[in-house]
């Protein structure tokens, strides 16, 4: 039976995480994740749970210990966000070479500097080359169910690669919102029980060894391993995702559309951002004016062919970026669309926005702005900053 409350982002994530009921989590708090694993914390001191709950003294030793413990055959999951992503960054690419399904909330934020504790994508954008899938999510509800479809994902024998979910911090993080709670008993038959690895380093009767050095004889062999996996992930990101829909009726995909279908002039975001996007296009379109919006869920891996046939008949395209490369080419969304429709026949007039650097507000008056740029995209720079003071 579905049960409808009112909960914040952080709140729908602990409250999944209680669901999963995972074997270890380790974490160390940081703003505006905090909430997740205080919340989980709890969980655990109540007996809601029996995770072996891990507090450590930095989020290095976070991903550390979550490394064992998922090398140890355990279902391990922590929550992490900006800086204390960053304290990690050594350590992820070291979990998807191991092939380890550890699954992160990640609610984004600002990488310092300037100090800043608001919402922007430079934390995960930092983290997409090192191996880890990436599901962004536009509300509460896409959070929850994203993590309970992260743990099937990421342990899917086929894939075996960690995976992360984001929340846009204090926007979703920290904002009610109705969601829709699963049953307990269907988020477990869903998930499948415990997670079965194929290897254990407890497991006494089949020794095995992990993270040994791995120069030219085998190292290149090992990292393409990771790109295959990666490549197949899509097909299972999809296959979970349909049987999520199948038995609880959410719907989701790599991408989804929003009155795309006839749009002439496209936004495409991630993130809380589409919500505000959507309001904006229900406006144009009530006037007649052909506008849509393309909303990117999945961002690694990344879905190039889907966004290029989706966007194909598009006349103009705007890219939303909450993060910059500093590569003076545009934001890490821009270039990726870009580059998926460099092959294609027919394309879009394609321009970009960075925005919403370090929690500025990205409003309706923004966005229409957008959509006025577009309908005459000839007078627009390629990359500009949207809301940014002069």
């Not at 409808?4 to 602990?14: R, S």
């Not at 983290?127 to 899938?133: K, Y």
């Not at 099937?152 to 926007?171: C, K, N, S, Y």
């Not at 030219?216 to 391993?225: A, G, I, N, P, T």
Request: glycine share 8%.
């Amino acid at each position: 039976m579905v049960k409808v409350v009112a909960k914040t982002g952080n709140e729908a994530m602990a409250e999944a995480m209680r669901q999963i009921n995972p074997d270890v989590v380790a974490a160390y708090p940081i703003t505006p994740a905090t909430e997740i694993v205080m919340i989980f914390a709890k969980y655990v001191a109540d007996g809601l749970v029996d995770t072996e709950y891990v507090a450590v003294e930095s989020e290095h030793s976070a991903m550390s210990a979550c490394v064992g413990a998922s090398a140890a055959g355990g279902r391990v999951m922590t929550g992490t966000s900006s800086q204390g992503l960053a304290l990690m960054y050594e350590i992820l690419p070291i979990v998807s070479s191991l092939r380890l399904p550890i699954v992160m909330c990640d609610v984004n934020r600002a990488i310092s500097g300037p100090i800043n504790i608001h919402c922007d994508h430079s934390d995960t954008m930092a983290a997409q080359d090192f191996g880890w899938v990436q599901i962004f999510s536009e509300n509460s509800q896409e959070a929850y169910d994203s993590l309970i479809q992260a743990i099937r994902i990421a342990e899917d024998p086929r894939l075996q690669l960690p995976t992360m979910v984001t929340t846009d911090g204090f926007i979703i993080s920290h904002c009610m919102d109705k969601i829709e709670l699963l049953d307990d008993a269907d988020v477990q038959k869903f998930i499948g029980g415990e997670r079965k690895a194929a290897t254990r380093l407890l497991d006494i009767d089949k020794p095995v060894t992990l993270g040994l050095i791995d120069l030219q004889d085998y190292y290149f062999e090992h990292r393409v391993q990771v790109a295959e996996a990666m490549r197949g992930a899509k097909k299972i990101i999809l296959e979970v995702a349909d049987e999520f829909a199948e038995k609880f009726g959410r719907k989701y995909g790599l991408i989804e559309g929003y009155q795309l279908d006839d749009a002439e002039h496209v936004i495409v975001a991630l993130g809380s951002t589409c919500g505000t996007t959507k309001v904006v296009v229900d406006e144009l379109r009530a006037k007649g004016i052909k506008a849509g919006l393309l909303k990117i869920r999945v961002f690694r891996p990344f879905p190039a062919e889907e966004i290029a046939a989706a966007l194909s008949k598009a006349k103009t395209v705007a890219v939303l970026d909450r993060s910059d490369t500093w590569s003076a080419q545009g934001g890490h969304v821009f270039t990726e669309v870009r580059s998926g429709m460099f092959d294609q026949k027919a394309k879009p007039k394609m321009i970009n926005y960075i925005y919403g650097l370090g929690g500025r507000e990205i409003n309706l008056e923004l966005i229409r702005q957008v959509y006025t740029d577009l309908q005459n995209i000839e007078k627009q720079p390629l990359v500009q900053y949207l809301g940014v003071r002069e």
